[in-house]
């Protein structure tokens, strides 16, 4: 069942100074103005029963692990439109790789309502996270209210 985006926050505005127009997908500024903060813990592609999904396949992982960290921001009132700040750890990272990893960012886009550009991200290549068969790793952090 597709998510209902949230409308756009009254307590996140992003932008992007001139000097910093890089050519990247995601705004490099957030200013939260609200006053309650929610912390979402790093997600990977697993179900609610903790069984794989898309194994081997990042653009699938990032998929997956975006819809479980919108479940999480869901659960605390929020939704990506909330956040300010988002972190990708990505196991044996290439610059070959960012297709693939964009891909999985598209296909859940609209779905999850994630603003465009995004909010501000990293995305920092690991060797290896806490299972071998996983490929990415999503962190969030919103402000509301």
Known sequence: MPVQPREPSVTVQLSSPESLMQPVPYAHVAIGTGTRHVHVA?????????????PGDLAGQVAHALRN????LR?????FGDVVRLTFYVTDWSPEKIEAFMAGVQEVGEELGLPQPMPPSSLIGVD?????DVLVEV??????D
Do not use: C, N, Y
């Not at 960290?69 to 999480?72: E, F, N, S």
């Not at 290896?128 to 071998?132: G, S, V």
């Open 42 to 54: 790093g997600q990977i592609s697993r179900d609610a029963r903790g069984r794989a999904l898309a």
């Open 69 to 72: 960290t919108g479940a999480g």
């Open 75 to 79: 659960s605390a009132g929020a939704g």
């Open 128 to 132: 290896h996270l806490f299972e071998p």
């Open 139 to 144: 962190e969030a952090t919103a402000v509301t």
